[in-house]
């Protein structure tokens, strides 16, 4: 998700369609709320505005759980990935169910951490993710199953703790629960950028390659490396490396590198005829796009979509 024109950059994502309508408006005609709550809040979303729901389990002992009205125009054998916009308020807990059209499995997510709770999605072949918005709390969950019929439906959980079991029948007080904003379903394997979605039909994105002249950045003989991490130092048992060129410590080389004995470490190494010309960490690696571009004017990289760090040297074409 692109939070403006200030700091963009480069999505390079296919066209996808939000099947989900009035995907900010969850009182709305295409939302089903199973003895929830849904109070418009005055809260910062990550769009910067402050059309934000709090939903919350209502003073009974039952299920509850909020869903967007069943599609019923899904594709058998196929798979759709959910996904939504969540912070912590008084109860830093929420689930995620698949149910008609797909294998009765769920995940719990603790908002306050950004961590997994108890849940069988993952383990049954279903993926889950729980990636970090900004630095104000928000985080973006998303689901992908394979459904089973031509329905597809997710239930939103407002759970009070990340053990609880599948869509669990509790007693609810009608005030504890979490943020959320921006839903989005897609007939795909994973979740891309936000598209909202406010007509009440579906909203398809275009591919962000086809409409971006990126000519200044890949040039016909030069070229460019792009690279996105994720957890990045959560994998640094061992040295990691990704690049063009011969081999680590020899005379040239240009990429990336984990390293473990620079505890797990994230960085960028250009190196020609055995001297390093650039070789700097990332900060904040965690979750990172990184663009390396080379050819006669140097290498250059890129941290985010804004410039980070330039060797003038030109590229020789060493690489192997």
């Known amino acids: 998700y692109t ?34 709550l849904e109070i418009l809040e005055n809260v ?149 950028s936000y598209i909202p979605n406010h007509s009440g039909g579906t909203i398809t994105r275009g591919a962000d390659a086809s409409s971006l002249d990126i000519t200044n950045l890949v040039g016909v003989s030069e070229g460019t490396l792009f690279f996105e991490l994720k957890d990045a130092k959560s994998h640094s048992a061992t040295n990691k490396i990704l690049g063009i060129g011969e081999q680590w410590g020899v005379a040239n080389f240009f990429g990336l590198y984990v390293s473990n004995f620079e505890t797990g470490a994230v960085g960028i190494r250009n190196r020609q005829g055995g001297s390093d010309l650039m070789n700097t960490t990332i900060p904040d690696p965690e979750n990172a796009k990184v663009a390396i571009k080379f050819g006669a004017s140097g290498v250059k990289t890129f941290l985010n979509g804004s410039e980070f760090q330039t060797s003038a040297t030109a590229y020789t074409g060493w690489a192997t």
């Open 3 to 36: 939070t403006g024109v200030a700091n963009p950059y480069l999505l390079l994502e296919p066209s996808r369609t939000n099947l989900i309508t009035q995907s900010e408006y969850y009182e709305g005609l295409d939302w089903s709320s199973q003895q929830t």
């Open 44 to 192: 910062t979303n990550p769009e910067g505005t402050n059309t934000t729901y709090k939903v919350c389990a209502n003073a009974s002992n039952s299920n509850h759980y909020l869903e967007r009205a069943p599609y019923t125009g899904a594709t058998s054998g196929v798979d759709y990935v959910f996904s939504f916009f969540a912070k912590a308020e008084d109860s830093d807990f929420v689930q995620v169910a698949t149910s008609t059209g797909f294998a009765a499995k769920y995940q719990n997510f603790n908002l306050s951490n950004g961590t997994f709770g108890n849940g069988d999605a993952n383990a049954f072949g279903y993926t889950s993710t729980i990636e970090a918005v900004g630095t104000n709390g928000w985080y973006r969950i998303s689901v992908k199953a394979t459904t089973t019929s031509t329905n597809a439906r997710f239930l939103i959980v407002p759970i009070l703790s990340d053990v609880s079991v599948r869509n669990q029948v509790f007693l609810g007080n009608g005030t504890t629960g979490f943020y959320m904003w921006g839903a989005q379903l897609e007939q795909a394997s994973y979740a891309t």
